[in-house]
């Protein structure tokens, strides 16, 4: 049905030499290959092309076979399928709260590589020249194949009823089922929005959420930090600058759509209905009338969801947070945790 390509051009034969294995793990690589041999995976190749190898440790503690073609890579013409995005991909989930997922196993080796190009795909152990039949993992237009393959296979299956990110098939169903978890929802288009916005002198955040039954679900948070010229605007100019980047931010759920707009800053509402604004104030004024939004005033105390997330991360002993925690039922060691991850400060961009 659908055979691999690896369009290279005119470009000469890629040929590399093998990279030194240490002992105890030459005799893995060569029973990994004898397995592929078998399974008619793999055949010799008496070809120019040569790629090295590279053997990586799973989370199992098996050994997973790879090739590394990043030279072949590097001369292949792209492949311009489109790739599902993974946001779109999420946004059509919305509605339904059961699902199934599907991970196709060695799906990319149910994919042949056209004969006049398999010796392209040529890697050597030190141990003999070996090409695959069959579509391996590391070539760049892998994914549109595959991605290619299961759109055509899965041809006539909506999207509200089957979805395809690459070899992982999203089955949903519509059955009802109750959840109490804080979890994200996705968005509904028979929902009015809801966007909470604020700014503090480090960064400016977001909350979109929407009202489902009897409760308010957070759809997506946003957030981002301020620069230096920012950071010198009076408070009304920064929380102005926070709802002009937080619409922009979500202007593929807002456009079009009625939603309502809350702050923590009194003055806002009536500076969204000044007339007659002038320079930068203006422009977004501008900007913003392309959206059908009503303009609420949440009290502080109320507004703690976008007031986090506009602030610089604080330290594990802040009393604050830790009071906010024990409110909501949130584990402070999830927290530590994500925050020990990060190696680079992402307000200090």
Same mark, same amino acid.
């Given at each position: 049905?659908?055979?691999?390509?690896?369009?290279?051009?005119?470009?000469?034969?890629?040929?590399?030499?093998?990279?030194?294995?240490?002992? +105890?793990?030459?005799?893995? +690589?060569?029973?990994?290959?004898?397995?592929?041999?078998?399974?008619?995976?793999?055949?010799?190749?008496?070809?120019?092309?040569?790629?090295?190898?590279?053997?990586?440790?799973?989370?199992?503690?098996?050994?997973?076979?790879?090739?590394?073609?990043?030279?072949?890579?590097?001369?292949?013409?792209?492949?311009?399928?489109?790739?599902?995005?993974?946001?779109?991909?999420?946004?059509?989930?919305?509605?339904?709260?059961?699902?199934?997922?599907?991970?196709?196993?060695?799906?990319?080796?149910?994919?042949?590589?056209?004969?006049?190009?398999?010796?392209?795909?040529?890697?050597?152990?030190?141990?003999?020249?070996?090409?695959?039949?069959?579509?391996?993992?590391?070539?760049?237009?892998?994914?549109? /194949?595959?991605?290619?393959?299961?759109?055509?296979?899965?041809?006539?299956?909506?999207?509200?009823?089957?979805?395809?990110?690459?070899?992982?098939?999203?089955?949903?169903?519509?059955?009802?089922?109750?959840?109490?978890?804080?979890?994200?929802?996705?968005?509904? /288009?028979?929902?009015?929005?809801?966007? $909470?916005?604020?700014?503090?002198?480090?960064?400016?955040?977001?909350?979109?959420?929407?009202?489902?039954?009897?409760?308010?679900?957070?759809?997506?948070?946003?957030?981002?930090?301020?620069?230096?010229?920012?950071?010198?605007?009076?408070? /009304?100019?920064?929380?102005?600058?926070?709802?002009?980047?937080?619409?922009?931010?979500?202007?593929?759920?807002?456009?079009?759509?009625?939603?309502?707009?809350?702050?923590?800053?009194?003055?806002?509402?009536?500076?969204?209905?000044?007339?007659?604004?002038?320079?930068?104030?203006?422009?977004?004024?501008?900007?913003?009338?392309?959206?059908?939004?009503?303009?609420?005033?949440?009290?502080?105390?109320?507004?703690?969801? +976008?007031?986090?997330?506009?602030?610089?991360?604080?330290?594990?002993?802040?009393?604050?947070?830790?009071?906010?925690?024990?409110?909501?039922?949130?584990?402070? $060691?999830?927290?530590?945790?994500?925050?020990?991850?990060?190696?680079?400060?992402?307000?200090?961009?």
């Amino acid at each position: 049905m659908t055979q691999h390509r690896i369009n290279t051009g005119d470009h000469p034969p890629i040929k590399q030499y093998p990279r030194r294995l240490p002992l +105890a793990r030459k005799e893995e +690589a060569e029973h990994l290959v004898k397995e592929m041999v078998d399974n008619g995976i793999i055949e010799e190749s008496s070809g120019p092309w040569a790629s090295p190898i590279v053997l990586v440790k799973k989370k199992d503690g098996s050994t997973r076979f790879c090739v590394d073609y990043r030279k072949l890579n590097e001369i292949t013409k792209k492949d311009s399928y489109p790739l599902p995005r993974i946001d779109d991909t999420l946004d059509a989930l919305n509605g339904s709260q059961w699902f199934t997922t599907l991970d196709l196993k060695s799906g990319y080796w149910e994919v042949e590589v056209q004969p006049e190009d398999r010796e392209k795909t040529a890697f050597t152990t030190g141990q003999g020249l070996w090409k695959f039949k069959v579509m391996p993992f590391g070539l760049c237009n892998a994914p549109a /194949t595959f991605e290619r393959l299961m759109e055509t296979v899965l041809r006539g299956l909506s999207s509200e009823a089957c979805l395809v990110h690459l070899d992982d098939i999203i089955i949903v169903g519509l059955k009802q089922a109750l959840t109490s978890s804080p979890i994200l929802t996705y968005p509904r /288009t028979d929902k009015d929005f809801i966007l $909470d916005t604020d700014a503090s002198n480090e960064g400016i955040g977001a909350v979109l959420s929407q009202n489902t039954g009897n409760e308010e679900r957070v759809i997506t948070y946003f957030s981002k930090s301020l620069g230096k010229p920012e950071r010198n605007y009076c408070v /009304t100019r920064k929380e102005l600058l926070a709802i002009v980047k937080s619409i922009e931010h979500f202007h593929h759920y807002l456009y079009g759509q009625k939603f309502l707009l809350r702050t923590d800053h009194a003055s806002l509402r009536w500076l969204l209905n000044f007339k007659e604004p002038e320079g930068q104030i203006a422009r977004w004024i501008q900007r913003l009338q392309e959206y059908d939004f009503e303009i609420q005033h949440r009290k502080g105390t109320s507004h703690g969801n +976008a007031d986090a997330l506009s602030r610089r991360p604080c330290k594990e002993s802040c009393k604050q947070c830790t009071n906010a925690e024990k409110k909501f039922g949130m584990e402070r $060691d999830i927290s530590v945790k994500v925050l020990t991850k990060t190696t680079v400060d992402p307000w200090s961009s």
